[in-house]
């Protein structure tokens, strides 16, 4: 028998925020569910047997015309759309930088309002990936992060704090805002934008933070991007991409129903308690468990279990066998994710020929999607390590970005 040699695992911590979110006393209404709207016409005097009328009008002019000022609302009365703007704005996080590559990647840095305590404001990136019929927004649902994956720069940074249901619903307004991607927008000269109706066709929550640990914020916001009244992106072309949540994947299957990604990284327990360290608490098996109960997964609508390619790592032909062993009888698709290198990380990116070869080894085992990879050798990948929207995009997180982009729909 050969002996393995125990390597000190990182820790398991769960980061607590650093901040609350307190709302500015001129509230913005992006966010609100459609009773939280009707509160708020209560609180403009709107009398009840009015309200839901005056809601539909409200989120037609918000989430489906994309009005950024009350005045446009000429569906309302004057005096309505006065007392309105007295209390409250349409405020979303606002564009402070802006990065277009050749390939028509455009990545912004958002600006969220300040805290009440600190008064400091807080950046987020949201990344777009157009192609040729669809464009995918990669959004962001906290300022830092709750975990602290190895690999991951997010992981070693503090989690500031979660985001509001209506900043991570803005992040989407702010892209469209800024594609014209409304009725009668103006849509950008430079760039690639999809020949179809909509330039943000899919989203994906796959920018800084992990989803399932602001789960509420992040429910809503999902339930108001996917509403057919409004932005009308349906939950097939939404996907959420958690490290392993474990109970709250049963809640999202419940309470949200979009896409599912898994960012599993390895296939035994010892190498993923390093990885990705929330592993100790939710191992592998349990993991496998919440896939194998996700309602609706089906070979239609397949769960996307993403792999970062770690040289000497994880990217061995065993652990390839090992993967697509591991998910035997789950309706998957697996996204290789080359390793997007940062300053300080002891981690390298796998040579292309390893990722080529275990590229071939799922793809022989059928689970590279067959729409897209129709010979296999596609890398699939995602990205959380976003840069500052200010520094150059490099090939690799280009490719990387691009490749998040994949979904079936
Ligand atoms: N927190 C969630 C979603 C954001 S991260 C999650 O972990 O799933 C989105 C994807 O990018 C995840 O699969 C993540 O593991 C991966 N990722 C993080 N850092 C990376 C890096 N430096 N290179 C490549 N992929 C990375
Ligand atoms: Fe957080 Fe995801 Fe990065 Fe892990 S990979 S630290 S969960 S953002």
Not at 35 to 57: C, I, T, Y
């Amino acid at each position: 028998m050969t002996s393995t040699v125990q390597t000190a695992s990182a820790p398991f911590v769960e980061k607590a925020p650093l901040e609350l979110y307190v709302a500015p006393e001129k509230p913005s209404l992006i966010g609100l569910s459609r009773g939280e709207l009707s509160d708020a016409l209560g609180d403009a005097g709107v009398p009840p047997a009015q309200r839901k009328m005056r809601v539909q009008q409200l989120w037609h002019w918000i989430y489906y015309r994309g009005s950024t000022s009350f005045d446009d609302m000429t569906t309302m009365g004057k005096d309505l759309r006065a007392a309105l703007a007295e209390r409250f704005t349409l405020a979303r996080p606002e564009v402070v930088a802006e990065q277009v590559s050749v390939d028509g990647t455009r990545k912004w840095l958002l600006r969220l309002e300040g805290d009440s305590d600190t008064k400091l404001p807080h950046d987020v990136e949201c990344v777009y990936i157009p192609d040729t019929e669809r464009g995918t927004l990669c959004v962001s649902s906290q300022v830092g992060c709750t975990l602290t994956c190895t690999f991951c720069h997010t992981g070693t940074q503090r989690l500031v704090r979660n985001l509001t249901a209506g900043e991570i619903a803005g992040q989407v307004l702010a892209a469209r805002d800024r594609l014209g991607d409304w009725p009668g927008g103006t849509r950008p000269t430079d760039g690639v934008i999809p020949s179809g109706e909509r330039c943000v066709t899919n989203i994906v929550m796959m920018g800084m933070g992990e989803p399932l640990y602001n789960f509420d914020a992040v429910r809503d916001a999902i339930l108001i991007m996917s509403d057919g009244e409004g932005i009308g992106i349906s939950k097939r072309r939404i996907t959420l991409s958690t490290s392993g949540v474990v109970p709250n994947i049963e809640r999202a299957g419940a309470e949200i129903g979009c896409m599912l990604a898994i960012s599993l990284h390895a296939v035994r327990d010892e190498l993923r308690n390093e990885l990705v360290p929330l592993n100790r608490k939710y191992p592998i098996a349990q993991l496998m468990e919440a896939c194998r109960n996700y309602p609706g997964a089906s070979n239609a609508r397949r769960i996307t279990f993403e792999y970062v390619m770690l040289k000497d790592v994880n990217d061995s032909i065993a652990d390839a066998k090992a993967l697509v062993q591991l998910l035997k009888g789950i309706p998957a698709k697996i996204n290789l994710i080359p390793f997007n290198p940062w300053p300080g990380t002891k981690y390298e990116c796998s040579d292309w020929d390893q990722i080529e070869k275990f590229s071939q080894v799922v793809f022989d085992a059928g689970y590279a999607s067959p729409v897209r990879t129709p010979r296999g050798r596609d890398i699939f990948a995602a990205c959380g390590q976003l840069k500052s929207a200010t520094e150059k995009m490099s090939a690799r997180e280009r490719m990387a970005l691009r490749a998040m982009a994949m979904t079936d729909e």
